[in-house]
T-cell receptor, first 112, second 116 residues
Framework: DGGITQSPKYLFRKEGQNVTLSCEQN?????MYWYRQDPGQGLRLIYY???????QKGDIAEGYSVSREKKESFPLTVTSAQKNPTAFYLC???????????FGQGTRLTVV | AQSVAQPEDQVNVAEGNPLTVKCTYS??????LFWYVQYPNRGLQFLLK??????LVKGSYGFEAEFNKSQTSFHLKKPSALVSDSALYFC??????????????FGQGTTLQVKP
């Protein structure tokens, strides 16, 4: 089955810890995105990558980091510098400017 | 800078009645526009898109949307609402000038509530 997979579905982080969210796609898409979703605020773009070994900051990149070493993978690290990380995180991929994005099922991160 | 606005936090409609979920956009050139639906604790599902051509586009589950360049709007519509249409709906825009694929920017979302 082609698709985009996020793991884990639920993640708990202690304050001061870094955590990494996984996003893998087998759709052969060049572009991948990370969004954060908070109630009443819609989806906000954290980082996006249009090609392997390249990525750009979105609107709320502070406290986050990414890598794009392989076309299939775009992991997101939530660092201790992110002061309010509790949110629902969505990964997406797309094949081109005119193409729709495909989304994973999301990771819900909670700080405990 | 590109942006998307969904002016209504919630839309309530009775089952069988027509529904409209509003979206306006701001981009520097001709936009690529998308509608998505989200069910609780799930990812987003694609409904339809406007790239070029006919201003009325048809999508999944009986939804359609009308592109209006003069009003910079892309409202989502359905002739007859179902209770199962109740969900969170997002409008999104991609600036065609922002690289190979570019940023995909979403509105704040509109909750659609269809009552029996």
């Amino acid at each position: 089955d082609g698709g985009i997979t996020q793991s884990p579905k639920y993640l708990f982080r202690k304050e001061g810890q870094n955590v990494t969210l996984s996003c893998e796609q087998n759709l052969n898409h060049d572009a991948m995105y990370w969004y954060r979703q908070d109630p009443g605020q819609g989806l906000r773009l954290i980082y996006y990558s249009q090609i392997v070994n390249d990525f750009q900051k979105g609107d709320i990149a502070e406290g986050y980091s990414v890598s794009r070493e392989k076309k299939e993978s775009f992991p997101l690290t939530v660092t201790s510098a992110q002061k309010n990380p509790t949110a629902f995180y969505l990964c997406a991929s797309s094949s081109g400017r005119q193409a729709e994005a495909f989304f994973g099922q999301g990771t819900r991160l909670t700080v405990v | 800078a590109q942006s998307v606005a969904q002016p209504e936090d919630q839309v309530n409609v009775a089952e069988g009645n027509p529904l409209t979920v509003k979206c306006t956009y701001s981009v520097s050139g001709n936009p690529y526009l998308f509608w998505y639906v989200q069910y609780p604790n799930r990812g987003l599902q694609f409904l339809l898109k406007y790239i070029t051509g006919d201003n009325l586009v048809k999508g999944s589950y009986g939804f359609e949307a009308e592109f209006n360049k003069s009003q910079t709007s892309f409202h989502l519509k359905k002739p007859s609402a179902l209770v199962s249409d109740s969900a969170l709906y997002f409008c999104a825009v991609r600036d065609p000038g922002s690289g190979n694929t570019g940023k995909l920017i979403f509105g704040q979302g509109t909750t659609l509530q269809v009552k029996p």
